[in-house]
């Protein structure tokens, strides 16, 4: 028997799969059938501390060809205490852990939320977006490495407990190095997720000329099968760099076969998006399959057995 169970930020999940933070998981309904599903976790879409209808329409769509998606949502979410009303009445007996992602549009926003859920005093995980490519003039954090580290300065102390971020795709060696020693300043920061989409692409239709996209004049993150290599170099650069801490992988997982990859380049955990919100949550009994036949074939028995172990030549 093959076994796919995890452990992040001391919380263990029988299996390493879970949604990508913005897919099935604004409304309680959804996530509803994420726990239903065969996820080894759930995460909830990003808060900002109030209620976001997000972006004009059409704000989503796959691309051609299977290659992937563009988004430009801009955070539409309930507001934060929609989440925190979720995890106060989740089931912590519940074999999944629930990890809760919070995106405030400034600092002061996200101690605001970091502060309400330290109070509540719940066994949920919290994880701070710092790579929202999509709300019109508020840059992403993850690219400001001054500034997040400032931010952390700030959370961390707060947050106390062990707790993630979510960076942007970084595509320089230099920025690796960089971002890696902010991150390893802070001890409770237990994990970091790579990578979220791949920010300001433009998708152009070939017959009308035009941006596929209505928000910002058709820029938007970009998702799914094209992102899998700046996605295994992220969770790669950071497994060789954050000694002693995690990373969650995302970006390009259609199948086993792409988590097994993420899983080979360091990820201790796979979360899923694009493919998600295309297939639905049914995809995760398929992924599963897949995986494990995989590991079957190559004789590994656990996801330890070849987590970061990809070779070089
Ligand atoms: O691609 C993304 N879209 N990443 C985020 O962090 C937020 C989301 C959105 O709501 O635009």
Redesign the pocket.
Known sequence: MVDLSTTIAGAHLDNVFFNAS?VWCQHEEELQALLESGSGSLITK?ATYEHRE?NPSPRYLPLPSGIGSI??????NEGYEYYLNYARKFDYTHAKPLFISL?GLSLADNVKMVEAFVQANLPCILEV?F????VPGKPQLGYDIDAMDAALATLAPLIKKPFGIKLPPYFDIAHFDQVAAVVNKYDNLAYVTCI??VGNGLAIDLDTETALIKPKDGFG?LGGLMVLNTALANVNAFYRRLPGKQVIGVGGVVSGKEAFLHILAGASAVQIGTQLKEEGPAMFDRIKKELTEIMEKKGYKSVEEFRGKVKTL
Not at 71 to 76: A, E, I
Not at 131 to 134: D, G, H, L, T
């Open positions: 913005g990003s997000g988004n430009s949502m801009g955070l539409p995106s977006n790579s929202c490519p999509n979220n989409s993150g």
